[in-house]
């Protein structure tokens, strides 16, 4: 079952938390004063990630535990970054792994060390593709938000006056990633509902979750398909919206003929934010990576010190962010 938690509720629970933490400040840091949690992200040089990570850091200062941020881009990675989590006398960690199906073989080796695990952002999967419910989880509502990004992009369709039938979709694709695949397929299903015509999206697969790899998978679509007058692009995230948006360019599309609506709001879409002259990247549905990487280190933070289990699995929302309001929404999600 899972708990959707709207951003209010969330900081709600923050609040909640940090006077629960005054009230019993003395004894909680009497006897925890050597927790100590590992941060493992699959993309450590990525914006969103980088801010998850410094979050969880700063949640450790406040409440008196230590966070040590890792790297683990492979499974290779991520099994030695474990033990050497293991070796610091580290007693869990929080994750965002490389790949979800190595879920069984990281819970393996961290149950062999008696370690608690949380997964942020992807969640863990068995081998039939079933989310591996035993592990608590805390990640963005795949589906919510990539509705939120359908519903932006046909509103500036709207905006700009657009005939769909001479628009074309780009949906840069990642599927073995099943909230890469809820937050597609959200928007998706709302600019169908809009009255975007189906026969006119078109996938390009990345490989990846990253600029590099969207930008490779958008230009031969482009290409294919040179026909149409305006394009929209979605992805998993803004990193990859970039990538397409990118290949537009190098494509020789106008700005005023691209229409891209990402997800994350980090430092990506702030630095084409701020450029003099508008992109074709429009907006980016902005979720608050501080607010992950704080709950679930105070999270599990809470599950090592005090032995209380994290909620199951916590949905987290998002907010439209544009070049005209990207400043405001900022700070509004603590970013
Ligand atoms: C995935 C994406 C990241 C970010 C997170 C947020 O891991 O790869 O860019 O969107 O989800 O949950």
């Given at each position: 079952m899972s708990i959707t938690t709207t951003l209010s509720t969330t900081f709600t629970r923050l609040a909640l938390g940090s006077a629960i933490m005054l009230a019993s400040l003395g004894s909680v840091h009497a006897q925890d004063d050597d927790v100590k949690i590992g941060f493992i992200v699959k993309k450590p040089e990525q914006a969103w990630f980088i801010n998850e990570q410094q979050a969880a850091t700063e949640a450790g200062e406040e409440l008196g535990f230590e966070v040590v941020r890792l790297g683990g881009e492979d499974g290779q990675e991520v099994l030695s970054a474990i033990d050497n989590l293991y070796a610091q006398g580290a007693q869990g960690f929080v994750i965002c792994p490389p790949d979800v199906r190595l879920g069984p073989a990281i819970m393996n080796r961290a149950r062999q060390y008696g370690m608690k695990v949380m997964t942020v952002d992807d969640q863990f999967v068995i081998a039939s593709g079933e989310?591996?419910?035993?592990v608590p989880h805390l990640g963005m509502s795949g589906t919510k938000i990539g509705r939120q990004v359908g519903d932006a992009i046909a509103a500036e369709m709207d905006a700009r006056g657009w005939n769909p039938e001479d628009v074309a979709a780009l949906r840069i694709t990642n599927n073995e990633l099943p909230t890469a695949v809820e937050r597609t397929d959200g928007a998706t299903a709302a600019l169908l509902e809009a009255g975007f015509p189906e026969g006119n999206i078109f996938d390009a697969p990345q490989q990846n979750s990253d600029t590099a790899s969207a930008f490779s998978a958008a230009s031969p679509v482009l290409s294919q398909n040179g026909d149409y007058e305006h394009w929209i692009i979605y992805a998993l995230n803004e990193e990859s919206v970039l990538g397409g948006v990118r290949a537009t360019e190098q494509y020789g599309l106008a700005p005023e003929d691209v229409i891209g609506v990402g997800i994350n709001g980090s430092g990506a879409a702030f630095a084409e934010f701020s450029r003099d002259n508008p992109t074709g990247f429009h907006g980016t549905v902005a979720v608050s990576s501080t607010m992950h990487g704080r709950q679930t280190a105070e999270d599990l933070y809470r599950w090592i010190a005090e032995d209380k289990m994290p909620p199951a699995n916590t949905e987290t929302s998002g907010v439209l962010m544009t070049r005209e309001n990207w400043q405001d929404v900022r700070e509004q999600l603590g970013l």
């Open positions: 989310p591996m419910e035993d």
